[in-house]
């Protein structure tokens, strides 16, 4: 406070006299100018009396002197009342300006009377602050004791201070640990809910499709049950058929045996003229016996037109009751209608013939069983495809929120994987995160795992493929990450267990040295060419154990075909005896997959 005060003071003390200064020097030089414009007038006026002296000397003695004399006398006049004008106007404004400067020299004089008051006032104002600060510096004397006191209860309380910062430091951590633990279970908690919904939503689609195969079973079992009693009633027939028929050859035999005596009599007529009236009453009694066999046969063969509408009655059943089928089958594929289709059409073209050419009971009952064969073939399909489609649905309600699978330009067909393979392959992506997978086979199970280790990049995808052509189709319509390796080897025919199977060339050497937790097996196809043989896809059972990390998954897709179901068991022995714990699962669907996992990953069997 004082440094302020004495500041103020020698600012005002600076400002005062410097303005009073430049007054007096501004005065001053206005005053110079004054005196040297008086000089000059002076000057120019002493000039004009010793020229009017020079013409007054000279006396004027010629006239033309004189008038020119007088001219320039006048000009000269002219002229310096001109400049006296000019001075007189020069008078009035210096006049002017010294009434200015006298004006601004009294406002200063009043400034300096008013500053000399201000400056006792400051003065006054200047002691009031010194006892003020004598008084606060007393005060601040008091406070610094109190300041000091202060500090020493402010390190107390710093100290306290770091104790409760480090209390509170580790109740932050517990708190953060159990926000993450809470978080943790509220994700869980979360999946359990969507694995409850799923699973509810799979019950409700098993429970629906249990009852529409239960309904079915007892629709097929009614109408195996009409089959049976359609089979008894053609039985019944065939054997009244029979006996009618035997009674058709005995009465053909009397009538033979009829005949032939007719003709004995009728030869022994001309011997015996003389019977010729017994004769002919023989004759009329055998007539009338002859008119009642064939009545009798009449009837026989009305009893049998009879028999026969019955049977095509019967028929005509039996196409209706397989036209019901058909149409109970309506929630099947076209393929699987069109194959129906085509049974029945040959059932029907069978019982036909049956009709035409009567053929015997035997081979209608064979037909039967061969419908009763074809139709549980029908039905095995029917299940087959009802789980594929579970299974898609299962897929795309899986994937939906999925964070990584977003290119889903994916067209399960044919040979190609199924919806029961992309789902098992899915949930082991997503769930078991493998670091080394093995595809066997370029396809639509390369793009699901592309797509994994595009958002996994420590992951190493190894894509196993023999055709160049269908490796640049591939790659041109999808964009396979840097840590995905296309490894090309063609296909060589080995002797395997008195067999010719295909296999890849120098697969052994390519993957010496590397375990893979994930292998997909989808090659070589099962169509690869037109030679059957025992086995197909028996690479990896060269390979095991050595390329299998310590937690494995083996997908095998196609085990339904007999080669691969044959590859499979062996693989299976391999494992067995290399004395590796697995665990196996087979999933249904359009086409079977085999999942075969360490023990350590048993619970993928089960998904």
Same mark, same amino acid.
């Not at 103020?8 to 206005?30: G, H, N, S, V």
């Not at 008084?135 to 006191?149: A, T």
């Not at 009305?302 to 026969?308: D, G, I, V």
């Not at 937790?517 to 990896?540: K, M, Y």
């Given at each position: 406070?004082?440094?302020?005060?004495?500041?103020?003071?020698?600012?005002?003390?600076?400002?005062?006299?410097?303005?009073?200064?430049?007054?007096?020097?501004?005065?001053?030089?206005?005053?110079?100018?004054?005196?040297?414009?008086?000089?000059?007038?002076?000057?120019?006026?002493?000039?004009?009396?010793?020229?009017?002296?020079?013409?007054?000397?000279?006396?004027?003695?010629?006239?033309?002197?004189?008038?020119?004399?007088?001219?320039?006398?006048?000009?000269?006049?002219?002229?310096?009342?001109?400049?006296?004008?000019?001075?007189?106007?020069?008078?009035?404004?210096?006049?002017?300006?010294?009434?200015?400067?006298?004006?601004?020299?009294?406002?200063?004089?009043?400034?300096?009377? =008013?500053?000399?008051?201000?400056?006792?006032?400051?003065?006054?104002?200047?002691?009031?602050?010194?006892?003020?600060?004598?008084?606060?510096?007393?005060?601040?004397?008091?406070?610094?004791?109190?300041?000091?006191?202060?500090?020493?209860?402010?390190?107390?309380?710093?100290?306290?201070?770091?104790?409760?910062?480090?209390?509170?430091?580790? %109740?932050?951590?517990?708190?953060?640990?159990?926000?993450?633990?809470?978080?943790?279970?509220?994700?869980?908690?979360?999946?359990? *809910? *969507?694995?409850?919904?799923? &699973?509810?939503?799979?019950?409700?689609?098993?429970?629906?499709?249990?009852?529409?195969?239960?309904?079915?079973?007892?629709?097929?079992?009614?109408?195996?049950?009409?089959?049976?009693?359609?089979?008894?009633?053609?039985?019944?027939?065939?054997?009244?058929?029979?006996?009618?028929?035997?009674?058709?050859?005995?009465?053909?035999?009397?009538?033979?045996?009829?005949?032939?005596?007719?003709?004995?009599?009728?030869?022994?007529?001309?011997?015996?003229?003389?019977?010729?009236?017994?004769?002919?009453?023989?004759?009329?009694?055998?007539? =009338?016996?002859?008119?009642?066999?064939?009545?009798?046969?009449?009837?026989?063969?009305? &009893? =049998?037109?009879?028999? *026969?509408?019955?049977?095509?009655?019967?028929?005509?059943?039996?196409?209706?009751?397989?036209?019901?089928?058909?149409?109970?089958?309506?929630?099947?594929?076209?393929?699987?209608?069109?194959?129906?289709?085509?049974?029945?059409?040959?059932?029907?073209?069978?019982?036909?013939?049956?009709?035409?050419?009567?053929?015997?009971?035997?081979?209608?009952?064979?037909?039967?069983? =061969?419908?009763?064969?074809?139709?549980?073939?029908?039905?095995?399909?029917?299940?087959?495809?009802?789980?594929?489609?579970?299974?898609?649905?299962?897929?795309?309600?899986?994937?939906?929120?999925?964070?990584?699978? &977003?290119?889903?330009?994916?067209?399960?067909?044919?040979?190609?994987?199924?919806?029961?393979?992309?789902?098992?392959?899915?949930?082991?992506?997503?769930?078991?995160?493998?670091?080394?997978?093995?595809?066997?086979?370029?396809?639509?199970?390369? /793009?699901?795992?592309?797509?994994?280790?595009?958002?996994?990049?420590?992951?190493?995808?190894?894509?196993?493929?023999?055709?160049?052509?269908?490796?640049?189709?591939?790659?041109?319509?999808?964009?396979?990450?840097?840590?995905?390796?296309?490894?090309?080897?063609?296909?060589?025919?080995?002797?395997?267990?008195?067999?010719?199977?295909?296999?890849?060339?120098? %697969?052994?050497?390519?993957?010496?040295?590397?375990?893979?937790?994930?292998?997909?097996?989808?090659?070589?196809?099962?169509?690869?060419?037109?030679?059957?043989?025992?086995?197909?896809?028996?690479?990896?059972?060269?390979?095991?154990?050595?390329?299998?990390?310590?937690?494995?998954?083996?997908?095998? &897709?196609?085990?339904?075909?007999?080669?691969?179901?044959?590859?499979?068991?062996?693989?299976?022995?391999? %494992?067995?005896?290399?004395?590796?714990?697995?665990?196996?699962?087979?999933?249904?669907? /359009?086409?079977?997959?085999?999942?075969?996992?360490?023990?350590?990953?048993?619970?993928?069997?089960?998904?």
């Amino acid at each position: 406070m004082n440094k302020a005060l004495n500041a103020i003071k020698q600012f005002l003390k600076r400002l005062l006299p410097a303005t009073k200064a430049d007054l007096e020097k501004r005065y001053i030089a206005l005053e110079a100018q004054h005196k040297v414009q008086a000089q000059t007038c002076d000057k120019m006026a002493d000039a004009q009396k010793e020229t009017l002296k020079l013409v007054a000397a000279l006396g004027l003695s010629l006239e033309n002197a004189e008038k020119t004399q007088s001219t320039r006398n006048e000009k000269l006049l002219q002229t310096l009342e001109k400049m006296q004008d000019s001075l007189n106007a020069n008078n009035s404004i210096r006049e002017k300006q010294w009434l200015s400067l006298e004006r601004i020299w009294n406002a200063l004089n009043h400034q300096d009377e =008013a500053r000399e008051k201000q400056w006792s006032s400051v003065e006054r104002i200047w002691d009031v602050l010194k006892k003020q600060d004598e008084i606060r510096e007393k005060q601040w004397n008091s406070v610094e004791r109190i300041w000091n006191v202060l500090k020493s209860q402010d390190e107390i309380r710093e100290k306290q201070w770091n104790s409760v910062e480090r209390i509170w430091n580790v %109740l932050k951590s517990q708190d953060e640990i159990r926000e993450k633990q809470w978080n943790s279970v509220g994700r869980i908690w979360d999946v359990l *809910k *969507k694995q409850d919904e799923i &699973h509810e939503k799979q019950w409700n689609s098993v429970g629906r499709i249990w009852d529409t195969l239960k309904r079915q079973d007892e629709t097929r079992e009614k109408q195996w049950n009409s089959v049976e009693r359609i089979w008894d009633v053609l039985k019944n027939q065939d054997e009244i058929r029979e006996k009618q028929w035997n009674s058709v050859e005995r009465v053909w035999s009397v009538l033979k045996r009829q005949e032939e005596t007719m003709e004995k009599r009728w030869n022994s007529v001309g011997r015996l003229g003389g019977l010729l009236e017994s004769g002919a009453r023989i004759q009329m009694e055998q007539q =009338a016996k002859f008119a009642e066999i064939i009545r009798s046969q009449t009837q026989t063969l009305e &009893h =049998a037109k009879k028999a *026969k509408t019955e049977i095509h009655e019967q028929l005509q059943a039996v196409k209706s009751d397989q036209s019901k089928v058909l149409s109970n089958l309506k929630l099947c594929t076209a393929e699987q209608q069109a194959r129906f289709a085509e049974i029945i059409r040959s059932q029907k073209q069978n019982l036909e013939q049956t009709e035409k050419n009567g053929t015997s009971n035997m081979e209608i009952r064979q037909q039967l069983l =061969a419908m009763k064969s074809n139709q549980s073939k029908m039905l095995l399909d029917i299940k087959h495809y009802t789980i594929e489609s579970v299974f898609a649905h299962i897929f795309h309600d899986t994937t939906r929120t999925s964070s990584w699978f &977003h290119d889903r330009n994916i067209s399960p067909s044919r040979f190609a994987a199924n919806y029961t393979l992309l789902y098992l392959l899915y949930r082991i992506l997503d769930e078991m995160r493998p670091q080394q997978i093995l595809d066997i086979g370029m396809g639509e199970t390369s /793009r699901l795992i592309s797509q994994y280790v595009r958002n996994v990049p420590d992951a190493k995808h190894v894509l196993l493929e023999e055709d160049r052509l269908w490796i640049d189709v591939f790659s041109s319509k999808f964009s396979l990450p840097n840590n995905t390796e296309i490894l090309q080897l063609p296909y060589e025919t080995i002797d395997f267990m008195n067999d010719r199977v295909p296999v890849f060339k120098g %697969l052994k050497e390519a993957l010496a040295g590397r375990r893979f937790n994930l292998i997909t097996i989808d090659a070589p196809s099962p169509s690869q060419d037109e030679i059957e043989t025992q086995f197909r896809r028996i690479d990896l059972i060269q390979l095991v154990p050595d390329c299998l990390a310590e937690d494995f998954i083996i997908l095998q &897709h196609d085990v339904d075909h007999p080669m691969i179901k044959n590859s499979s068991a062996l693989l299976l022995e391999t %494992l067995t005896k290399a004395g590796i714990d697995y665990a196996k699962a087979t999933y249904l669907g /359009r086409r079977e997959t085999l999942v075969i996992a360490s023990r350590s990953l048993a619970h993928f069997c089960t998904v």
